[in-house]
Each structure stands twice: as C-alpha cells, then as structure tokens.
C-alpha cells in the first residue's frame, strides 16, 4: 500500500486545512512559512468568507424549513375546514334540506359524496377559493346558510396559507442565494487548499517521506494508505462439455464457516453473456472464490491474491442430478 495525500474533497477538510493552515501561519514567522504571499493573503481573505458562507447556508436553510413546516400547519387546518365544509354539505343532502344538485357548484359529482381532489397546495387553495365563492349560492337559493363551518372562516384560513407561501418562497430563494454564493466561495476555497498543500510538500521537500509528512500533517495536510486493487477475472464452465456458464454469481470471501458459508463477504460479480466475470478487489491473503449458478453445485475455490497480481481463473460447475 502507498501512502497518498487525500482528495480535498468535502467540507469538513476543507474547513480544517485552512483551520489548520491559519493557525500555524499566525504561529510561525514568515521565512518559516511554507506559504507563498498570495497563498497568506487569500487564507486570510477567504477563511472567514467560507465560514460565513457555511454559516448563512445553514442558517437560511433552518428558516426555510421553519417556513415549510408552518406553511404545512396552516395547509393541514385549511384541508381539515375545506373537508368539514364539503362533509356538512352532503350530510344536509342526506337529511334532505340541501338539493343534490348543490353538490356541482363544488365539483363533486351529482349522485356520490366523494370530495374534489384537494392532496396538493395548489388543488387545496383552488378548492378553498372555490367554497367561498360558492358559499353565497345558499342564500341565493333560499336554502339554510352553512354556520358552523362557513366562507368567512375559510377565507382567514385561506389568507393564512397564502401569507405563509409567500414567507416559504422568499425563504427558498434566501436559501438557494446562500448556496449558490457558498458554491463559489467553496471553489476557491478548495483552490487554495490543494495551493497551500503544494507549496507546504515543496517546502519541506528535501526531507525524507516519514518526516516530509510528519512536517506536512502539522500544517493540515492529511494523508490515507491508498489500497492496491487486484482484478480476477473468472471464466465459468459446465465440467461435462465444457460449454460456458453465463450468468453465473461470483464472490470473493474470507474463510467458511462450520455451516459451509461465507462468514464475510467481499467483492460480487455477475458474469456476462460470454461467462466471464471480472472482479476487483483489495483484498489479499488466502481467500476463496466462490461461484454459483442454478442447476449446479456451489463452486468453492480457495485463492490466494497477492496486492497487485492479476488472475485469470476457470471456474468448472458441476450440474446437479436429475431425479
């Protein structure tokens, strides 16, 4: 395995290279510094703004979920009086005070009590709009005024869920600005990390690998063990022939367990249409490859992979007995 300095990749190293970086910078005198005076000038510069930038995001991004969630509330109460509303109406059908044919200036089908499709925001405040509209046609009608659930009730409610719409999207536009300014920021903020880290391996370039990175990882730098892949490339047979096993499945595994089973699994592959499987893994040592394809016995090969030496593998499967 070789050891390698890691992607800059997320956030949180970002963040902690220029943690890192600004703290030994403020640390050490300038001839000490592995930092050209661009690189000093830009950390002092732009550390702030990322931490700002992470700071609105995450704050803007509360807010509009705060909106949402009161927009939902108000939703929920305008659904449940629109759904009281219609559910009274067909009761006084059924008791015989309001006609049937009320129920069509709601949208709702003469002979059925099914109520107007209202699951969307958009549905529940067109349907909210169409009851107060209605609403009046009682009065018109000679027919008795809906009092315990009526237009004016619903319209504040209807108001509400406008008022909080509008809060919503001006929340969401606040929250996209602060993302797409952090984006920008980010990128010069991921810019100067992989700066400073080449100017801080140069800098301490003359020393030797263990205590180039020890140097190194004082000034933030993080370094992983990079893994060796190793490709072994299986091709499945039947035993009596020798014709090819397509889509047989294929893995890599640590030692059986008493119940003849892979106690860890590793890599896993499905051999194509030419029966043959290519499998990539880091793992090393003495393994086993295991196959399996219906109507023949479990394939259990031991293998030993060396970090780095490929194989090529015949894997032969043994038909089962017909009865």
Same mark, same amino acid.
């Given at each position: 395995?070789?050891?390698?300095?890691?992607?800059?990749?997320?956030?949180?190293?970002?963040?902690?290279?220029?943690?890192?970086?600004?703290?030994?910078?403020?640390?050490?005198?300038?001839?000490?510094?592995?930092?050209?005076?661009?690189?000093?000038?830009?950390?002092?510069?732009?550390?702030?703004?990322?931490?700002?930038?992470?700071?609105? +995001?995450?704050? *803007?991004?509360? %807010?509009? $979920?705060?909106?949402?969630?009161? &927009?939902?509330?108000? @939703?929920?109460?305008?659904?449940?009086?629109?759904?009281?509303?219609?559910?009274?109406?067909?009761?006084?059908?059924?008791?015989?005070?309001?006609?049937?044919?009320?129920?069509?200036?709601?949208?709702?089908?003469?002979?059925?009590?099914?109520?107007?499709?209202?699951?969307?925001?958009?549905?529940?405040?067109?349907?909210?709009?169409?009851?107060?509209?209605?609403?009046?046609?009682?009065?018109?009608?000679?027919? +008795?005024?809906? *009092?315990?659930? %009526?237009? $004016?009730?619903?319209?504040?409610? &209807?108001?509400?869920? @406008?008022?909080?719409?509008?809060?919503?999207?001006?929340?969401?536009?606040?929250?996209?600005?602060?993302?797409?300014?952090?984006?920008?920021?980010?990128?010069?903020?991921?810019?100067?990390?992989?700066?400073?880290?080449?100017?801080?391996?140069?800098?301490?370039?003359?020393?030797?690998?263990?205590?180039?990175?020890?140097?190194?990882?004082?000034?933030?730098?993080?370094?992983?063990?990079?893994?060796?892949?190793?490709?072994?490339?299986?091709?499945?047979?039947?035993?009596?022939?020798?014709?090819?096993?397509?889509?047989?499945?294929?893995?890599?595994?640590?030692?059986?367990?008493?119940?003849?089973?892979?106690?860890?699994?590793?890599?896993?592959?499905?051999?194509?249409?030419?029966?043959?499987?290519?499998?990539?893994?880091?793992?090393?040592?003495?393994?086993?490859?295991?196959?399996?394809?219906?109507?023949?016995?479990?394939?259990?090969?031991?293998?030993?992979?060396?970090?780095?030496?490929?194989?090529?593998?015949?894997?032969?499967?043994?038909?089962?007995?017909?009865?």
């Amino acid at each position: 395995m070789s050891i390698n300095r890691i992607q800059v990749t997320s956030d949180s190293i970002v963040q902690a290279a220029m943690n890192t970086g600004s703290f030994m910078m403020g640390e050490t005198p300038v001839p000490d510094c592995p930092y050209d005076t661009d690189t000093r000038d830009s950390l002092d510069v732009l550390y702030p703004e990322f931490l700002e930038g992470q700071k609105q +995001r995450r704050l *803007t991004k509360s %807010n509009f $979920t705060s909106a949402n969630k009161s &927009l939902e509330t108000a @939703e929920d109460a305008l659904r449940h009086y629109c759904i009281s509303y219609l559910e009274l109406v067909n009761l006084k059908i059924r008791g015989g005070y309001y006609p049937k044919s009320i129920r069509l200036l709601f949208k709702m089908k003469l002979h059925k009590e099914a109520l107007p499709y209202m699951d969307t925001s958009v549905a529940l405040q067109l349907v909210a709009a169409m009851i107060i509209f209605q609403d009046p046609q009682f009065a018109l009608r000679g027919l +008795r005024l809906m *009092t315990d659930y %009526n237009a $004016t009730e619903l319209a504040d409610l &209807l108001a509400d869920c @406008e008022t909080k719409n509008g809060v919503k999207l001006n929340r969401h536009q606040l929250m996209r600005t602060a993302r797409d300014e952090f984006k920008v920021i980010r990128k010069k903020c991921v810019t100067l990390v992989i700066a400073m880290w080449d100017q801080t391996e140069f800098f301490f370039r003359k020393k030797k690998k263990p205590a180039l990175r020890k140097a190194c990882r004082q000034w933030g730098i993080v370094y992983e063990q990079s893994k060796v892949m190793t490709n072994i490339s299986v091709l499945g047979r039947y035993k009596d022939g020798g014709k090819i096993v397509a889509a047989a499945k294929y893995r890599i595994g640590y030692l059986l367990t008493e119940r003849n089973k892979v106690s860890r699994e590793g890599t896993k592959k499905t051999a194509n249409q030419h029966g043959v499987a290519d499998l990539w893994t880091s793992q090393t040592g003495a393994l086993y490859l295991i196959g399996e394809v219906a109507g023949c016995l479990r394939s259990v090969s031991p293998l030993t992979i060396v970090a780095g030496e490929n194989q090529v593998i015949t894997v032969r499967f043994e038909r089962l007995a017909k009865e």
